[in-house]
């Protein structure tokens, strides 16, 4: 709900309030962000105007060394306000909203309000960036102008409130309305001024094989920024970023989530500023970043999005996951089955060929899987990193009788095609540079420094998206497709783009990024009902502009079950686990060399979107008919682990995860512990998401083989155990009379929840008998969770 009276404006979501209001100044001074004040549309004007006058700041003198706005308003410091886009010069010390530059060389602006109107119909998409969707009915939108009298440069900021997730979106554009050229020189999508101190900020590290290591530190008076420059999003930092009190945990307490739907180099900060107020700002990042504007031009800043829960990181989790999935996801992949893949990178990486990979694909149809991906190597002259990208023609010597033809075999097979591409990249080495060296991101007579032997295409220059766009759309059309990887493996450097005049190349960095989204537009309107997954050398990439145009994102380049454990709980944060693929590897690990149980394997992995990784032609039998089963289960409960509502209930050395479907009537849980410890047997599965008045059947299947192996196990370390206890094999006996069926219990949804579930003791040490749970090091199990 938007309501606005007089100079107030209440946006409304079903548990939050977004509130400001145009000061005596005409200044929006932001007056609330958290939760709902109890207004409803039923509320009449006077309350909501009383409620906002008692939030408005109020100061009766000129504080001390400060600058006050002006001799009429001497008791306005802008310092000290509260604002919803700051600006530079008026007073405000703080990191600023919005700084443009004027002809005179000046960078002082005072936005002030000019108009509000609500936003009626369809939400209409950002010019040139993805956006959140919405239908007619599905938002409300409110379009605030201010302008700066002196210039006739207009700041315009857009607010989408989408109720029902607790969820508000934001958007700025700037509008020269002087008449001389302008460089805006920063402009944030979002700013929220806290009217206390005492937050801290989580956000989410890492590198390549090491995405979204969660960090917290306090927010105090030296700004804390959370920033990537490394032309896209990036593993350093991700974009998503969670303000919240010290003692918010999992279940508890307030927090304000904030990401960006942008793919390219971001900024958030918080900052305590001298009087205890906290700022939190994000937005493209300022570093290296220009863009002019001449008279009558416009530059639009990315949508942010933000979020406030007080039921924890969970209930923020909750809400967040829910707007993905039907504001950002493409509508054509809402609540769709994603395909069973295997991929052929870790299988044979780039020794490929079409007899090698149909070899693979008969083993994968053998197992029941969907959809073969061909990875790196099938174009140019491929046959390592050094060469060949942006020369888009099939390798005749890997597959003699064309793509086209190869997909047509897959298909026979009743596998669907997927393909690779990089289409961001450029080797020195390929016809693409020799032809055009000029649509490479190099400095001309400047020495460049390499990454993976490849350098950056300017898609900064239109002809180059257009080109690789059609190019790629023309092959791609008819090898028919289903699926493609699209993958970026580089960091920027030296950037620079041939295209651009000397006073533009700040621009570069986002135009660069305004490219890729057109290449993207390009390309899945080429190719309708294929589905697009996002890569950037594993999760470089991870973001909500990339998830507007694919549905699923490679998490990370490391398939390691313990690390992918930790990586997609940092995911799962912000994004639900649909949109993180993860795949099931061989050992050792390609990435650790660590061996971890294949069933560990695979019970992480199917909680994204679920696929294979490795050279299942040459697997012994045994493992391969393992891997069917997993296949099969894995259908069978794939509605669940793919549309349903995934809750962490314990994050750590012990990952304990649950995934119900929306009638919550069916629920897969996991418990995968890191390291095994003597002594510690007794552990819970408390569930969340159930409904509490259905009774359910909880059970869980242990392994036989890990039975057997356990059995085994404990025999060899501790035979005396065994024979003071009942002897393994008699143990190993009942369970596969069993039917594998090691727990098995029937509560109400209110006690699974409540109190949870004891389960079995895990070995411990000392005892030894069939009511013992093997689990060593990495061990995991799945419990499915279904209503009577
Ligand atoms: C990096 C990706 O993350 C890998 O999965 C693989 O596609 C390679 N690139 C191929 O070069």
Known sequence: MIRIINNCFALCTEHSAYVFRVNETGHPEHLHYGASLGWTADTPDGVIENDCAAMAEKRSFELGNTVVYSPEHKTVMLEDLRLEAASVGKGDLRDPFAVVRYADGSTTSDFVFEKAELLKGAKAPLEGLPSSHAAEGEAEQLLVILKDAASGVALELTYTVYEAFDVICRSSRIVNGSGSDVDVLRLMSAQVDFSEDGFELTSFHGAWTREMEKETVPVKHALVV??????????????????????????????????????????????????????????????????????????????????????????????????????????????????????????????????????????????????????????????????????????????????????????????????????????????????????????????????????????????????????????LKDTGVNYIKWDMNRVFSDVFSQHLPAERQGETAHRYMLGVYRLFDILTKALPGVLFEGCASGGNRFDLGILCYCPQIWGSDNTDALCRARIQEGYSYGYPLNCVSAHVSSVPNHQTLRETPLATRFNVACFGSFGYELNLADLPQAELAKMKEQVELYKKWRDVLQNGDFYRLE??????????????????????????????????????????????????????????????????????????????????????????????????????????????????????????????????????????
């Open 651 to 788: 994050c750590g050395s012990t990952h304990k995860w649950i995934c119900v479907s929306k009638d919550k009537r069916r629920a897969v849980g996991m418990l995968m512990r890191e390291l095994a410890e003597a002594n510690t047997q007794y552990e819970d599965f408390k569930a969340a998401g159930l409904d509490p008045d259905l009774t359910y059947r909880f059970y869980s299947v242990a392994e036989k083989q890990d039975i057997r192996q356990f059995g085994d196990l404990v025999n060899t370390v501790s035979p005396v155990h065994i024979k003071q206890n009942s002897l393994a094999h008699n143990l190993i006996a009942r369970f596969v009379k069993l039917d594998g069926e090691a727990e098995c219990a029937e509560l109400s949804g209110s006690a699974l929840m409540g109190s949870g579930i004891r389960l079995l003791p895990s070995y411990g040490g000392t005892g030894f008998n069939d009511r013992t749970r093997c689990f060593p090091d990495f061990a995991s199990r799945l419990y499915y969770i279904e209503a009577i």
């Open 226 to 475: 959370n920033s990537s420059v490394c032309g896209a999003s990036s593993n350093r930092s991700n974009p998503f970023v969670m303000l919240h009190r010290p003692q918010t945990c999992e279940s508890f307490g307030e927090v304000w989530a904030f990401n960006l739907i942008y793919s390219g180099n971001h900024y958030e900060s918080a900052g305590v500023n001298a009087y205890g107020k906290t700022r939190f700002l994000n937005g493209i990042n300022p570093q290296g970043f220009s863009f002019r504007l001449a008279p009558g031009e416009a530059f639009q800043a990315p949508e942010a999005v933000m979020c406030w829960s007080d039921r924890g990181f969970s209930g923020m989790s909750q809400c967040l996951h829910g707007f993905v999935r039907k504001h950002i996801t493409p509508d054509e992949w809402q609540g769709l089955s994603r395909p069973v893949l295997l991929n052929s990178w870790e299988a044979s990486y780039f020794d490929i060929s079409e007899s090698k990979l149909l070899r693979l694909a008969r083993a994968a149809q053998g197992a029941g899987i969907e959809l073969f991906v061909v990875d790196d190597g099938w174009f140019g002259r491929r046959d390592d990193d050094t060469s060949s990208l942006g020369d888009w023609f099939v390798n005749k010597k890997k597959f003699p009788s064309g793509l086209k033809a190869f997909g047509e075999k897959l298909k026979a097979m009743g596998l669907q095609f997927g393909i690779w591409i990089e289409p961001e990249m450029i080797s020195v080495d390929s016809e693409l540079y020799r032809a055009h060296p000029d649509w490479s991101m190099e400095i001309p007579g400047r020495a460049h420094s390499e990454g993976r032997n490849q350098r950056i295409l300017d898609m900064a220059n239109p002809a180059v998206p257009e080109y690789i766009g059609s190019t790629l759309a023309a092959l």
